[in-house]
């Protein structure tokens, strides 16, 4: 990775906690899209596909009851009989007519509305043949009855059928939408275990950068200087070496040159010293006095 030790301080913090939060970002909008996804398809099957099996079941509970007091009516014995039987002929014949009026009201699209034509054309023919039915049997017409009985439930199982279908697929809807669900959920975790674990690796990244680029280069300059300090100049040559073309690397090289001047000046010092004056300093600068 030369390229990333060329580039400055500034850049390189940039650089590592600017992937860690732009991970982390796309982490979480990838997940918070993800789980707004199950949540579209749990309000769907919730606001749409369980309502309409419930409703849809109350009808065919409501015609088969329907079917079973016409029955009744035929094989009743006495009045009594006959009139439990009418009694329930009609409470279910209004069950009928409020499924149909729900069933009309929640549907939105044109399948479903085609579905609930169908099943109104098929239990409204059902249902007009039960009053002359009714009439026969009361009349003690029984093979009449029975014919009328006959074409009865020819209609009624066929908008039974239509039922049965609809309930079928609405279930089939739902299980579907559940896996759709299942499938995205597990995307989003995996997603978000992804975002967490990539995010985790590149702030060990981050924090091992920062300590071999920064904090371990400090604290070398730190003791090069205390080094200097007590005039030891011949034990900082080793520990001033630059490995980096940033701030740290510069103030390396820094600590370096003031090492080497110092080892100058202590030299000429000790040359002086001992008597020889023809020893030269080269000055640093315009402004180095001690030059």
């Given at each position: 990775?030369?390229?990333?030790?060329?580039?400055?301080?500034?850049?390189?913090?940039?650089?590592?906690?600017?992937?860690?939060?732009?991970?982390?970002?796309?982490?979480?909008?990838?997940?918070?899209?993800?789980?707004?996804?199950?949540?579209?398809?749990?309000?769907?099957?919730?606001?749409d596909?369980?309502?309409?099996?419930?409703?849809?079941?109350?009808?065919?509970?409501?015609?088969?009851?329907f079917?079973?007091?016409v029955?009744?009516?035929?094989l009743?014995?006495?009045?009594?009989?006959?009139?439990?039987?009418?009694?329930?002929?009609?409470?279910?014949?209004?069950?009928?007519?409020?499924?149909?009026?729900?069933?009309?009201?929640?549907?939105?699209?044109?399948?479903?509305?085609?579905?609930?034509a169908?099943?109104?054309?098929?239990?409204?023919?059902?249902?007009?043949?039960?009053?002359?039915?009714?009439?026969?049997?009361?009349?003690?017409?029984?093979?009449?009855?029975?014919?009328?009985?006959e074409?009865?439930?020819?209609?009624?199982?066929?908008?039974?059928?239509?039922?049965?279908?609809?309930?079928?697929?609405?279930?089939?809807?739902?299980?579907?939408a559940s896996?759709?669900?299942?499938?995205?959920?597990?995307?989003?975790?995996?997603?978000?275990?992804f975002?967490?674990?990539l995010?985790?690796?590149l702030?060990?990244?981050?924090?091992?950068?920062?300590?071999?680029?920064?904090?371990?280069?400090?604290?070398?300059?730190?003791?090069?200087?205390?080094?200097?300090?007590?005039?030891?100049?011949?034990?900082?040559?080793?520990?001033?070496?630059?490995?980096?073309?940033?701030?740290?690397?510069?103030?390396?090289?820094?600590?370096?040159?003031?090492?080497?001047?110092?080892?100058?000046?202590?030299?000429?010092?000790?040359?002086?010293?001992?008597?020889?004056?023809?020893?030269?300093?080269?000055?640093r600068?315009?402004?180095?006095?001690?030059?």
């Amino acid at each position: 990775m030369s390229w990333f030790t060329r580039l400055r301080l500034r850049a390189k913090l940039t650089a590592a906690f600017g992937a860690v939060i732009a991970i982390s970002t796309l982490a979480g909008v990838l997940a918070l899209w993800q789980l707004s996804a199950v949540n579209g398809i749990t309000t769907t099957v919730a606001r749409d596909v369980l309502p309409s099996v419930q409703r849809y079941g109350e009808y065919r509970h409501a015609l088969t009851q329907f079917r079973v007091h016409v029955r009744d009516h035929l094989l009743a014995l006495d009045e009594a009989g006959r009139a439990r039987a009418e009694k329930g002929i009609a409470a279910q014949r209004d069950t009928l007519l409020r499924a149909r009026t729900a069933l009309e009201t929640s549907a939105t699209s044109g399948a479903a509305k085609a579905t609930i034509a169908a099943l109104t054309t098929a239990s409204g023919r059902a249902e007009r043949l039960v009053p002359p039915l009714v009439a026969k049997s009361r009349a003690n017409d029984v093979m009449g009855a029975t014919r009328d009985f006959e074409l009865f439930e020819v209609e009624a199982l066929r908008a039974d059928s239509i039922v049965a279908r609809t309930v079928t697929e609405a279930s089939r809807r739902g299980t579907e939408a559940s896996a759709d669900a299942a499938t995205t959920y597990t995307i989003a975790l995996w997603t978000t275990i992804f975002g967490v674990a990539l995010c985790a690796a590149l702030g060990l990244f981050a924090t091992r950068m920062i300590l071999a680029r920064v904090a371990e280069p400090v604290a070398a300059v730190t003791r090069s200087l205390e080094k200097l300090a007590r005039g030891e100049v011949d034990a900082v040559s080793a520990t001033t070496r630059a490995t980096s073309h940033d701030e740290i690397g510069e103030l390396l090289l820094a600590c370096a040159g003031l090492a080497a001047s110092q080892r100058e000046f202590a030299a000429a010092a000790t040359a002086l010293g001992a008597g020889d004056t023809a020893v030269t300093v080269t000055p640093r600068g315009a402004h180095d006095a001690l030059g």
